[in-house]
Nanobody
Framework: QVQLVESGGGLVRPGGSLRLSCAAS????????MYWVRQAPGKGLEWLSG????????AYADSVKGRFTISRDNAKNTLYLQMNSLKSEDTAVYYC???????????WGQGTQVTVSS
């Protein structure tokens, strides 16, 4: 069955960096767009970034543009999110998501917690 497993979250100080990974299995990874989405405490889901099948096209929310970088390694079936210059408002559970039909998410990972605090 389809599995998306995020890792790499943790506690980091403001200004620090983290790299999240999302290991995909149970489906052919390369033909699908992938997203990163987060949910901060008490808030709704926020789309952060998307990447096309080959990795050559990416998109970012204004809140993370210039600080976060999405990438993928299709040979390893893995999606990444490099997060730099982290702020307290980046504290959230981060999810990777498999995209179908243009903009529809059909599978989500279980999430990884990122806490930015001094």
């Amino acid at each position: 069955q389809v599995q998306l497993v995020e890792s790499g979250g943790g506690l980091v100080r403001p200004g620090g960096s983290l790299r999240l990974s999302c290991a995909a299995s149970g489906f052919t990874f390369s033909p699908y767009w992938m997203y990163w989405v987060r949910q901060a405490p008490g808030k709704g889901l926020e789309w952060l970034s998307g990447i096309n099948t080959g990795g050559g096209t990416t998109a970012y929310a204004d809140s993370v543009k210039g600080r976060f970088t999405i990438s993928r390694d299709n040979a390893k079936n893995t999606l990444y999110l490099q997060m730099n210059s982290l702020k307290s408002e980046d504290t959230a559970v981060y999810y990777c998501a498999k995209v179908v039909g243009g903009d529809y998410v059909d599978y989500w990972g279980q999430g990884t917690q990122v806490t930015v605090s001094s």
